[in-house]
Antibody
Framework: QVQLKESGPGLVQPSQTLSLTCTVSGFSLMDYSVHWVRQPPGKGLEWMGRMKYDGDTYYNSALKSRLSISRDTSKSQVFLKMNSLQTEDTAIYYC????????WGQGASVTVSS | DIVMTQGVLPNPVPSGESASITCRSSKSLVYKDGKTYLNWFLQRPGQSPQLLTYWMSTRASGVSDRFSGSGSGTYFTLKISRVRAEDAGVYYCQQVREYPLTFGSGTKLEIK
């Protein structure tokens, strides 16, 4: 059974760094890519970046200077780090599988506030 | 970046009727392999998005045949036949033809 689960802090201070983990099961990170997508409250979906099955990464140019995606295949985990957080980064952050995005995590709610 | 533009539905849609959601891309989504790289998702309130169709018209596993995707290289339609209460939510189209991947702004479906 394919599953993805996001975890991380619910509250981050402005200007600080967000760290999220996506733990997957039911498939291998060496066979499938994982994407990060976020959704601000009451708004639409924004693609953030991708960790490809071969370890290659690709980022949304709007976030590229602040964003880093990495992984630990032995733990079936993909990591998102984004620095210099502002209130507009308040959102639900999802990880999802492959370009078809056929499986999603339940989302991690992140609030940027002092 | 490829811009995805979605249409609006005349809500609410009576249960049992059909509904068609439109999506337009600023660039053709047909790749050299002949496939059209367009996904449709449904996001019910409080839930994660759910894949409905990919490659424009291929239904995802477990998705009802009441959902059908169609279109050309830049104009797409998701048709929902015999709408039911469980179909309510926001529908998103997404292009995966090239990076950055981009979503439409969403189309809300309400059921009467």
């Amino acid at each position: 059974q394919v599953q993805l689960k996001e975890s991380g802090p619910g509250l981050v201070q402005p200007s600080q760094t967000l760290s999220l983990t996506c733990t997957v099961s039911g498939f291998s990170l060496m066979d499938y890519s994982v994407h990060w997508v976020r959704q601000p409250p009451g708004k639409g979906l924004e693609w953030m970046g991708r960790m490809k099955y071969d370890g290659d990464t690709y980022y949304n140019s709007a976030l590229k200077s602040r964003l880093s995606i990495s992984r630990d295949t032995s733990k079936s985990q993909v990591f998102l780090k984004m620095n210099s957080l502002q209130t507009e980064d308040t959102a639900i952050y999802y990880c999802t599988r492959e370009n078809v995005m056929d499986a999603w995590g339940q989302g991690a709610s992140v609030t940027v506030s002092s | 970046d490829i811009v995805m533009t979605q249409g609006v539905l005349p809500n609410p849609v009576p249960s049992g009727e059909s509904a068609s959601i439109t999506c337009r891309s600023s660039k053709s989504l047909v790749y050299k392999d002949g496939k059209t790289y367009l996904n449709w998702f449904l996001q019910r309130p409080g839930q994660s998005p759910q894949l409905l169709t990919y490659w424009m018209s291929t239904r995802a596993s477990g998705v009802s045949d009441r959902f059908s995707g169609s279109g050309s290289g830049t104009y797409f339609t998701l048709k929902i036949s015999r709408v039911r209460a469980e179909d309510a939510g926001v529908y998103y189209c997404q292009q995966v033809r090239e990076y950055p991947l981009t979503f439409g702004s969403g189309t809300k479906l309400e059921i009467k």
